[in-house]
């Protein structure tokens, strides 16, 4: 089974600017969770969706949306970025999502730096 | 408000040696627990995952305990490898949401 794809791998953009990044579970897997990572706050859970309803969201402000598509695929945006929205963005797959006995997939990230 | 420590926060051995990395949280009312490793700019990838009735999962040379009701995990490495280094990070599950301890930087030193 081919794992859980992130695109793009690598992102610059400029404060003010949005941007759109993109996550492909792993064949079968309906649960998809979005997290931040930054040096200072560690990994940090953004949103999870489920059979494209967003069942539990994070403490991130509305800058941060996100949806699931019908296939379970899924997309993260942030509008008007700043600069401490620099971080490497992780997705994870998993069955059924957490609260069950399912192992969680990341994929590679996305390394969004904004100037 | 869940919170998850892990502790130490680095740990540097050498090649050979036994080592347990610790994982603390603040409410016991969890699903599951889960052990990552995350290579430098890398994703992360699932070491061990025990649920809530288990007490201990093993995998090869790692080996993870849980007990709930004092809040503590335990990630044993038996045998530590030069290829073992890594970031080592404890998750823990809540309703519909995974809450990450802080991570242990490990350098098995050949």
């Known amino acids: 089974k081919a794992g859980v794809t992130q695109t793009p791998r690598y992102l610059i953009k400029t404060r003010g600017q949005q941007v759109t990044l993109s996550c492909s579970p792993i064949s079968g897997h309906r649960s998809v969770s979005w997290y931040q990572q930054t040096p200072g706050q560690g990994l940090q859970f953004l949103f999870e969706?489920?059979?494209?309803?967003?069942?539990n969201k994070g403490n991130f402000p509305g800058r941060f949306s996100g949806r699931q598509f019908s296939n379970s695929r899924s997309e993260m945006n942030v509008s008007t970025l700043e600069l401490g929205d620099s971080a490497l963005y992780l997705c994870a797959s998993s069955p059924q999502g957490a609260g069950r006995a399912d192992t969680q997939y990341f994929g590679p990230g996305t390394r969004l730096t904004v100037l | 408000k869940q919170e998850v420590t892990q502790i130490p926060a680095a740990l540097s051995v050498p090649e050979g040696e036994n080592l347990v990395l610790n994982c603390s949280f603040t409410d016991s009312a969890i699903y599951n627990l889960q052990w990552f490793r995350q290579d430098p700019g890398k994703g992360l990838t699932s070491l061990l995952l025990?649920?809530?009735?288990?007490r201990e999962q093993t995998s090869g040379r790692l080996n993870a305990s849980l007990d709930k009701s004092s809040g503590r995990s335990t990630l044993y490495i038996a045998a530590s490898q030069p290829g073992d280094s890594a970031t080592y990070l404890c998750a823990v599950t809540g309703t519909y949401k995974y809450i990450f301890g802080t991570g242990t930087r490990l350098k098995v030193l050949a």
């Open positions: 969706y489920f059979s494209e309803t967003q069942r």
């Open positions: 025990i649920q809530s009735s288990q």
